[in-house]
Each structure stands twice: as C-alpha cells, then as structure tokens.
C-alpha cells in the first residue's frame, strides 16, 4: 500500500504535465504479487489469503424463472431504490470533481436497461461500484472509452486469463483499493463546512457515514434515505414566513433585513418560503396569524393598528396538495370574514390548479388571485395605501 501510495502521490500527480501517461502501479503491483506469491508459495507456508478460483466463460442465456417472482419481489423493489440511489451518488460525485452533469432520468433508463438484458444471464443487479470506479478514475480513466477497454480486459480475463490471477493475494487488491479510496476519507473534513452552512444536512451526513461504516453498503444507504426524507418533514415544520417592505425604489424585499425597507400603511405583505401541504399547513396558517393579526385580535387594538390589506405572496410554493389549497382558503375566508382585502399573488400553475380544480376559492371574490405583488397594491384604493390616519405597522 506505501508504494503506491507514493507513486501516485509523489510521481503520478507531481510529474503530470511530463508523464505522457500515468505510471499503473497498480497492474505492476498485481503482476509482481502474482508472481511472488507463485513462486514463494504464500499460501501453503504462511496461509496468506488469495484470490482463488476464478470462473471461465460466460453463462448461457435462458429465461427468467418468473414462477419465483413472489419470492423475490419485495427484496427487488429494496435492492432496486438502493442501487439506484447508489448509482446516482457515485455519478454525482465524479460529476461534481470534473464539472460535467448528469441526468438521473437517463441513468435510471440505462441501468433499466442493462438490467433487464443481463437477467438473461442470472446475473447481479448492476451498481456503481465505488471502489472500482475510483481505481478507475485515479489510473486516468475519463471517458466512456475506458469503461469499454475495462469491459474488454474483463472479458478476457474471464475467458482465457482468470486463472492466472488465482495466486493473487486478497491483500494487494485491498490495498489498491484503499489508496484510491484516500481522497474520500478526505471527505470527513466536510463536516466544518456543513455545520457552519447546514447542521441538518451534516447530520444526515453523519448518519449515513455511520450505517454504512457499521452495518453495510446498501443498508446504510437506505438508512441516509430514509433519514434524509424524514428530515424533509422537520424543515416542513420549520418552514419560515417572509414579512415583506417596500423601498423608494418600489422593489420589493424582506423588510426585516433591511433598514431601509418600509412597511406599507395597513396593509401586511407575507411570504411562505417553502413548498405547502399537509405536513405545514397549520405552521402557514398560524405565521399568517401571528404576523398579520385580525382586527380585534390580541395582537392588534384599537383603529390606529387595524389592518385592511393583507397580501399572500405565493412566488416560492411550489407545490401544494389540497391541505395546502385548503388553508390558503380558509385564511382568505377568515381576513375576508373580518373587512380584510386579501389577494394571492405569484401563483404557479401547480397551484393555481390545485385552487381551480378543488374550487376552493369559488365563494371568494375573483379579485383575490393577482399576478403579481405591484398588480395586488394597484387594485387597494390609494388612499388605503398612503395610510391617512392609520399607523404603519400592526
């Protein structure tokens, strides 16, 4: 493991631009292996572990036995969302090294494809191996071309060479691997960064990270899934709601992050900063509440404080199932109920046909949908908006 080690640290990465091509110690660290541990007899003398028998040839094709469909389904519908979701991760990662995308619609079809085409054979189901991708990348792979020359030694590897490599000992393979495995333990070094930007998501790092180093691969990649849905429904819960000001260059912003915003007079201009369902439709309801009181509520008394306006700002919903719809009807009914305009503006057409199909605003006035903020304030009287006689904030 020191040795190549040290060749790619200290020759292949520091002589780069001089080398015409990496130098492959590691197919010189297997050879030599191959043939010290022939000739010494490491097995017999000193019960070193080697690779063993390799199988020659390739299986014969034949039909799936769909009589034992039931057997296999529900470990097939696992293995399936953890490859998946395996694949995916190996290919953002590489993809993130060498700034390129990757589309998880495509990768999704193709290992759908292979899949199916290599059940002929009674083969695994196909999986990024992490592993072997990286030896593959450190040695210089880049292209789709050295997958095909790695298909290609395989084979023949598999049809006339595999027994070569049977006095190969497991240790040189583990080591190869652990060196080309050295910049993903870098990684740990991350979690500095991930608590000062997001501790949720360094959590679910941390979890992942664990259940794979304790339990498994695929496991631990589930569990991280898992996880990292269930906290998608914690940041639901703590999702925040916008109180937006106005400038005197009439843009409008996030009034309590900057000074020089202004609230308009009687009139309260929210925003809901995530997505609205099920899971949050009570935290929406009770931030509309809170920041933009009734009149006669506890948090607004008397003429001088009551508000007249209220402006729902739905540019960062993007979706909205009917839980969502119905609480943005049911605020809409309840300022309306108590003499308070209210319009929804920046609907997207996800939720404006969640509103349309439920008919959840059909007994409001039609007023209340408008396409934008600076439309919503054209249609409040003027003198409504200049604030005669009323206080700035409620």
């Not at 007994?363 to 206080?391: C, F, M, W, Y």
């Amino acid at each position: 493991m020191t040795i190549v080690s040290v060749v790619k640290t200290h020759v292949n990465e520091r002589f780069a631009k001089r080398l015409p091509f990496p130098v492959p110690v590691e197919m010189g660290m297997v050879v030599v292996a191959t043939l010290v541990s022939s000739l010494a007899n490491l097995e017999q003398r000193f019960s070193v572990r080697l690779v063993g028998t390799v199988p020659s040839g390739f299986p014969r094709p034949r039909l799936p036995v769909f009589s034992a469909m039931h057997l296999v389904l529900q470990d097939a519908i696992v293995m399936a969302v953890v490859s998946f979701a395996l694949n995916v991760s190996v290919a953002r990662l590489f993809a993130k090294k060498h700034e390129y995308r990757i589309d998880p619609t495509q990768e999704l079809l193709a290992y759908g494809v292979g899949n199916v085409f290599s059940s002929f054979f009674e083969s695994y189901v196909l999986c990024a191996a992490l592993a072997r991708s990286v030896v593959q990348e450190a040695s210089g792979g880049r292209t789709q071309l050295a997958g095909l020359v790695s298909c290609a030694v395989v084979a023949i590897f598999l049809l006339f060479l595999g027994p070569l490599l049977q006095p190969l000992p497991q240790a040189v393979l583990a080591s190869i691997v652990l060196v080309a495995l050295k910049r993903m333990y870098l990684q740990v070094f991350d979690l500095r960064t991930l608590w000062h930007v997001d501790k949720l998501e360094m959590l679910v790092w941390i979890v992942t990270f664990a259940s794979v180093l304790i339990i498994d691969v695929a496991p631990g990649l589930l569990i991280g899934v898992v996880f990292n849905l269930f906290l998608l429904i914690v940041r639901a819960q703590l999702a925040a709601m916008a109180l937006l000001g106005q400038l005197e260059l009439a843009a409008l912003r996030v009034n309590e992050n900057l000074d020089t915003s202004r609230e308009l007079p009687s009139t309260k201009i929210l925003r809901f900063e995530h997505s609205l369902f099920y899971a949050n439709a009570w935290r929406f309801k009770k931030l509309v509440r809170e920041m933009a009181p009734l009149p006669g509520s506890k948090g607004c008394s008397g003429d001088s404080s009551r508000l007249h306006h209220l402006i729902l700002d739905c540019s960062c919903i993007s979706y909205a199932d009917t839980a969502g719809a119905k609480a943005i009807a049911k605020i809409v009914k309840e300022y309306q109920a108590a003499q308070v305009s209210v319009h929804v503006c920046h609907c997207r057409e996800s939720l404006l046909g969640v509103l349309q199909r439920g008919q959840f605003l059909q007994d409001v006035d039609k007023r209340v949908l408008q396409a934008s903020i600076e439309t919503a304030l054209e249609d409040i009287p003027l003198s409504k908006q200049t604030g005669q006689n009323e206080a700035t904030i409620c």
